[in-house]
């Protein structure tokens, strides 16, 4: 059964980084990059929105709140996605879920709280 665990969230003052990294197992022998992975989040009363994914071919998609201050990066052969995060504002707070799809198959993480706040 595949499992996404996130780690590194927390409370992080203005202005501050943050390192998120997700372990994805229970591939079967798949790897990451042979699918689409990387990083949603969710903030009080809002839905569920990407900040920065991977696809297959290496391109990479980010949110255009978050460009310039995110970069996604995955390491196949570990099978892990992390999120390094600069300049965090107070509206970057919400919960950061681990996103992984092969083909029509999606997987999230459970989520890990980031909070920005002085």
């Known amino acids: 059964q595949v499992q996404l665990v996130e780690s590194g969230g927390g409370l992080v003052q203005p202005g501050g980084s943050l390192r998120l990294s997700c372990a994805v197992s229970?591939?079967?022998?798949?790897?990451?990059?042979?699918?689409?992975t990387g990083w949603y989040r969710e903030a009080p009363g809002k839905q569920r929105d990407l900040v920065a994914i991977?696809?297959?071919?290496?391109?990479?998609s980010t949110a255009m709140s978050v460009k310039g201050r995110a970069t996604v990066s995955r390491n196949g052969a570990q099978n892990t996605v992390t999120l390094q995060m600069n300049n965090l504002k107070p509206e970057d707070t919400a919960v950061y879920y681990c996103?992984?799809?092969?083909?029509?198959?999606?997987?999230w993480g459970q989520g890990t709280q980031v909070t920005v706040s002085s």
């Open positions: 996103y992984q799809r092969w083909g029509g198959d999606t997987y």
């Open positions: 229970g591939t079967s022998g798949r790897q990451i990059d042979s699918g689409v």
């Open positions: 991977i696809h297959e071919t290496g391109d990479i």
